[in-house]
């Protein structure tokens, strides 16, 4: 199973079982910057209570690993969990939506955009930049995800709400890595 497929599963399953959700990650980034391999897709979601044993049996053994308990303290802790496909090892990441007000602000500007015949819902460019940077800066300046920031701001340039940038980027604390951004980027 591909990528794409795999992407597609986790989407038809999340959509099936009521859970709310948005594309982030390298993923996202390489839909709006520069692609590049990334064996894993990270996903901001929803997961009502309810909605666990039905999205559970999208992802059934032998062929996927998910571990209900650890899925049910992901949502209880609003932390993450994973499903990995086992013969290709490829991996979602789902990260349960917290109250964090820059969390709840990107979830809340998600946009639907249509790839590879598939509607997705992706994080806004401008919430990629800026999730990016802020991972650089938890990473301790992780220069791929400083690059991946960067080409989307060159692909998407034209389009972003360059106001709603810089007051994230200060409130989060990345204002230097923004302004390197705007520096560096290809004109």
């Not at 200060?170 to 560096?184: C, K, P």
Request: include cysteine; proline fraction near 4%; charged fraction near 30%.
């Amino acid at each position: 199973m591909s990528q794409q497929e795999l992407l597609k599963r986790v989407i038809r399953a999340l959509e099936d079982s009521g859970c709310e959700y948005m594309i982030t990650g390298s993923f996202a980034s390489s839909l709006q910057g520069e692609p590049r391999l990334t064996h894993d897709i990270d996903l901001v979601v929803l997961i009502p209570p309810e909605a666990i044993d039905k999205l559970t049996g999208h992802f059934p053994a032998p062929d996927y690993y998910l571990e209900g308990d650890q899925m049910k303290a992901a949502i209880r802790e609003r932390t993450m969990f994973s499903v990995l496909h086992i013969a290709e090892g490829d991996k979602v990441d789902f990260w349960m939506m917290t109250p964090d007000p820059f969390d709840t602000s990107r979830f809340n500007r998600k946009i639907r955009e249509s790839v590879l015949g598939v509607n997705l819902v992706v994080s806004a460019p401008e919430d990629t930049i800026l999730a990016k940077l802020r991972w650089a800066k938890l990473s301790g300046g992780s220069e791929k995800q400083y690059r991946d920031a960067l080409r989307v701001y060159e692909v998407q340039r034209d389009l972003l709400d360059l106001v709603y940038i810089q007051e994230w980027a200060t409130t989060l604390g990345v204002e230097a890595d923004w302004e390197r951004i705007r520096r560096e980027a290809d004109v």
